[in-house]
Structure formats: C-alpha cells, structure tokens
C-alpha cells in the first residue's frame, strides 16, 4: 500500500479568525462544521494516477476536534473512474496508513459517499471552490508587511499534516446538508489553503 500526492487544500468552516481547533481549542460556539477540498495536481495510489481529481469531506464536528467523533459526507469529483474513485475513497479513509489515516481516525461517521461537480481554483492561497449546489467558499488570505501570505505551522492539529496553512477568511461561505442539519450563509469567517505533499509507502522514494 502506498501513496504519493501533491497538490493543495482549501478548508473553510463557521468558526470565526483563526479556527481553534487547529491549536486544539475547542470551536467557536462549541461544534464546528466545515468542508475541506483536496485539490490533487499530480499523484498515484497504489499505481493508480489520480492527478486532477478533487476530494472534499464536509463534515460536522460535534467539539474538541481531537476527540473526534466527525460526522462526515464525502464527495468525489463527477471525472474519476470507478478504479479511481475507489483509490481515493480507501485513501482517504485511512485505509492506507500514513498522514491521511491520522486524519481519517477521528471520522466518527461517515455518512455517504458521493459523486458531484467540484470546481477548484486556488493559488497563493486565493480561490473559490464549489461542490455543485451543496458547498460554495471564496477565499482570501492574509498577507505580513511584505506581502507574504501568512503563514501557520507546527499546530496541533491539521488537515494537512506536515505543510505550512495559510490562514486566511472566506468572504463568502454556503453549505447546505440535510443529513449534517446545516444551512450555513456566512461572511468573513475561518479559511484555510495550503499545498500538500502526502507520501507513504514505496511511493516515498519515488
């Protein structure tokens, strides 16, 4: 089993600037609920290419977030094969060990799986992603006195564990799931980007 991916995250969530659970503090309000897309530039799972392709969990954390108990609904995009969908469905549900399975083990439902229009198009930690008429964010990042975009790393927690976050807020946040019970219409909260290199496995040494 191994895995090789690069490429970048957008996470957005109805907690207010910066996001406390990625210091391990408990959310704004007491629960947090949130999307994270995977967008993949280039990448394999177990020999199967899957560059491309975007991966979101939209989920509800009912507290801490290192206590888990997430309850989650995943979204492939409408492109992936079967053979691809199935790699990135045992990925990212911790199937395969390493980064993601850390990640994956405070799933404490994971609701559905589905296949959906995912837009993705996020730079320097700037963009917009969508999934279809569920999830739609704009993001913006902060920026230090020369410019740079800030930065946050070494955090307790992360969805992208061994990369540097851009912190950053949405202008703009909506997210509909009946199963989730949210409706969220937000303005000027918590999002975060950042680029990714995931490696386990054979693939390390590619």
């Keep these: ?18 996001c406390p659970c990625w210091v391990g503090e408990d959310p704004d309000g007491g629960t947090c609920d949130s999307s994270l897309a995977y967008h993949i530039d280039e990448g394999q799972i177990d020999g199967v290419d899957v560059a ?9 954390i009912p507290g801490n977030v290192l206590q888990g108990n997430w309850r989650v609904v995943n979204f492939i995009d409408e492109h992936a094969t079967e053979e691809q969908a199935q790699a990135l469905t045992s990925l990212f549900h911790g199937k395969l060990g390493g980064p993601l399975a850390d990640v994956s083990q405070l799933f404490g439902e994971i609701i559905d799986v589905r296949r959906a229009k995912i837009e993705f198009d996020v730079q320097d930690g700037k963009g917009r992603f969508a999934v279809g008429e569920v999830v739609s964010a704009d993001l913006e990042p902060y920026r230090g006195p020369t410019g740079q975009v800030t930065t946050l790393r070494e955090s307790i927690f992360s969805t992208i564990p061994g990369s540097p976050a851009y912190v950053g807020k949405a202008a703009t946040y909506r ?20 680029p990714f290199l995931f490696e386990h496995g054979a693939a390390r040494a590619a």
């Design 1 to 18: 089993m191994s895995y090789r991916l690069k490429g970048n995250l957008l996470e957005v969530c109805t907690c207010k600037i910066l």
């Design 175 to 194: 997210q509909k799931s009946t199963e989730l019970k949210q409706d969220i219409d937000l303005k000027g909260h918590n999002a975060i980007s950042g």
């Design 52 to 60: 491309g392709l975007t991966w979101v969990n939209m989920v509800h």
